[in-house]
């Protein structure tokens, strides 16, 4: 989606966005002229608003809270591809 | 929300505004799915403690809520969807790193260790995602092509070669260029979307281009040799003697450039112009002019 529908769907100020592309929180495709949101980025914008406005957490914090977070989701990733191969491998010994 | 809304945000019935707001941020965090990205049951007790604090950090709804004029329900938020949901989907995003487990060396990728643990080298190792991006090319760029430098959101520069008779739509594959693999395997490729914007006076149709040319009264009716604009460059083309607007000159080969070398036409559509201020000379002798000619309109029957 574009920056108009984005900013339709969370009420967010364009600048706002604008600085957290800038500071990398929002990692949009395409180029500044013509970003392309993805349901995902929406997701994520939602909860940095969350952060900030709900739990009152400072700009430093929240890069510390998305850092943690996208290790947290690596890691996450990581655990769910051992687990997949795993299975497999005992469904081999199986046959 | 089922119950009472004080409970839930475990305070007293005369908790202040700003007690309450404490009581608040300190479950809402804990409970916050995207913080909680394993716990299926987080997003219940946040939607629970999200509809309490909204219902109780209003006064008005609070006040009605003590006199028992209306109750918990129907205070939900409406859903929300949370990152936590794309973040978990199994594949590895833009913002997944791998930084929480970089020290394993060997082990630094998840490829690596399922490699490492059952020897299957014959498992494909996954691509780094591809990247989409949105350039916006002029008319003549497109058609001459030539290097173009695109801004990527992280400030860095992608040197795009954007070959001749470059297409609007047309999709170029900067291979390698995309996101790397998280596993090891090879970067993904970035995919530059081109859109040529139009052109004050070319405009293409496949290969070739199309061109109204202003003439003169006198180049129509004695011909010249007239500067006409080409993609290429400006070139100089002869206006038979006699031409009339709407005669059409074909320059061949100084159209679009084609991969095999080949280039497509240029087609000028020649449009007499009047002097753009009244000329009494001109007026004159077109005045004393007594054509032998009927109406230009007989074909029409008028």
């Given at each position: 989606?574009?920056?108009?529908?984005?900013i339709?769907?969370?009420?967010l100020?364009?600048?706002?966005?604008?600085t957290w592309?800038?500071?990398?929180?929002?990692?949009?495709?395409?180029?500044?002229?013509?970003?392309?949101f993805?349901?995902?980025?929406?997701?994520r914008?939602?909860f940095?608003?969350?952060?900030?406005?709900?739990?009152?957490?400072?700009?430093?914090?929240i890069?510390?809270?998305?850092?943690l977070l996208?290790q947290?989701h690596?890691?996450?990733s990581l655990?769910?591809n051992?687990?997949?191969?795993?299975?497999?491998?005992?469904?081999?010994?199986?046959? | 929300?089922a119950?009472?809304?004080?409970?839930?945000?475990?305070?007293?019935?005369?908790?202040?505004?700003?007690?309450?707001?404490?009581?608040?941020?300190r479950?809402?965090k804990?409970?916050?799915?995207?913080?909680?990205p394993?716990?299926?049951?987080a997003?219940?007790?946040?939607?629970?403690?999200?509809?309490?604090y909204?219902?109780?950090?209003d006064?008005?709804?609070r006040?009605?809520?003590?006199?028992?004029?209306?109750d918990?329900?129907g205070?939900e938020?409406?859903?929300?969807?949370?990152y936590?949901d794309?973040?978990?989907?199994?594949?590895w995003?833009?913002?997944?790193?791998?930084s929480?487990?970089a020290?394993?060396?060997?082990?630094?990728?998840?490829e690596?260790?399922?490699?490492?643990i059952?020897g299957?080298?014959s498992?494909?190792?996954r691509?780094?995602?591809d990247?989409r991006?949105?350039?916006?090319?002029?008319?003549l760029d497109?058609?001459n092509g030539?290097?173009?430098s695109?801004?990527?959101?992280?400030?860095s520069?992608?040197?795009?070669?954007?070959?001749?008779g470059?297409r609007d739509?047309?999709?170029?594959r900067l291979k390698?260029?995309g996101?790397p693999?998280?596993?090891?395997?090879p970067p993904?490729?970035?995919l530059?979307?081109?859109?040529?914007?139009?052109?004050?006076?070319?405009?293409?149709?496949?290969d070739?281009i199309?061109?109204?040319l202003?003439?003169?009264?006198k180049?129509a009716?004695?011909?010249?040799?007239?500067?006409?604009?080409?993609p290429?460059?400006?070139?100089?083309?002869?206006?038979p003697?006699?031409?009339n607007?709407?005669?059409?000159?074909?320059l061949?080969?100084?159209g679009v450039?084609?991969?095999?070398?080949s280039?497509?036409?240029?087609?000028v559509?020649l449009?007499?112009?009047?002097p753009?201020?009244?000329?009494?000379?001109?007026e004159g002798?077109v005045?004393r002019?007594q054509?032998a000619?009927?109406?230009?309109?007989?074909?029409?029957g008028?």
């Open positions: 989606m574009e920056m108009r529908q984005l339709e769907r969370t009420h100020d364009p600048q706002v966005v604008n592309i800038e500071a990398e929180w929002l990692l949009p495709m395409g180029v500044r002229t013509g970003f392309d993805s349901e995902a980025d929406l997701a914008a939602l940095i608003q969350d952060l900030k406005v709900d739990f009152g957490v400072n700009d430093e914090g890069a510390i809270v998305l850092h996208d947290l690596g890691l996450r655990l769910k051992i687990r997949t191969a795993d299975a497999l491998a005992f469904g081999r010994d199986d046959g | 929300m119950g009472d809304p004080y409970a839930t945000l475990g305070v007293k019935k005369d908790v202040s505004q700003a007690d309450l707001q404490k009581a608040y941020r479950l809402a804990k409970h916050h799915p995207d913080l909680n394993g716990n299926s049951s997003e219940e007790k946040f939607k629970g403690i999200t509809a309490a909204d219902l109780l950090s006064p008005e709804k006040a009605k809520f003590d006199r028992g004029e209306i918990a329900s205070t938020r409406p859903h929300q969807r949370y936590r794309f973040a978990d989907q199994g594949d995003s833009g913002y997944t790193t791998s929480g487990f020290d394993f060396g060997d082990f630094a990728s998840s690596d260790i399922l490699s490492e059952f299957r080298s498992r494909a190792r691509r780094g995602q990247v991006y949105h350039l916006e090319l002029s008319f497109a058609i030539g290097k173009q695109l801004v990527l959101p992280d400030g520069n992608l040197e795009v070669n954007i070959p001749p470059t739509g047309q999709t170029l390698g260029k996101r693999a998280a596993s090891g395997g993904g490729d970035a530059i979307e081109v859109s040529v914007l139009p052109h004050a006076y070319f405009k293409r149709k496949g070739d199309y061109l109204d202003p003439i003169s009264i180049e009716v004695v011909g010249a040799k007239v500067a006409v604009p080409t290429g460059g400006t070139i100089a083309a002869t206006v003697k006699w031409s607007t709407g005669r059409v000159l074909r061949r080969g100084r450039p084609r991969p095999d070398g280039k497509g036409d240029e087609y559509t449009k007499i112009v009047l753009k201020k009244p000329d009494p000379e001109l002798f005045a002019w054509p000619e009927e109406s230009p309109r007989q074909s029409m008028v």
